[in-house]
């Protein structure tokens, strides 16, 4: 999996409890994906956390390409019923 630079030196040390796998899963089989005006592409999937009865959402956001991880965290506002 890509990802950027911020990603790598800025998300992961601010949110380490964010797994890469997840960040792959999310963007292979995603909830919802939307492209924002600037081209980046956002992505949210369920993700599972051991000892956790609920799933959270996970929202990324990519580069334009749609593939290379920028950001990542848990988006507690996610509604299933938004288009």
């Not at 999996?1 to 409890?17: I, L, S």
């Not at 949210?44 to 593939?67: H, K, P, S, Y």
């Not at 290379?68 to 848990?74: M, S």
Request: proline fraction near 5%; aromatic fraction near 10%; glycine fraction near 4%.
């Amino acid at each position: 999996m890509k990802t950027t630079r911020h990603f790598d030196e800025q998300v992961r040390r601010k949110r380490p409890y964010i797994h890469l796998p997840w960040c792959s899963d999310v963007i292979a089989n995603p909830l919802r994906r939307e492209v924002q005006p600037d081209g980046r592409v956002r992505y949210w999937g369920e993700v599972r956390i051991r000892d956790e009865t609920a799933a959270r959402i996970l929202r990324e956001v990519t580069l334009v390409d749609g593939e290379t991880v920028h950001n990542a965290f848990f988006d507690r506002g996610f509604t299933r019923d938004q288009s």
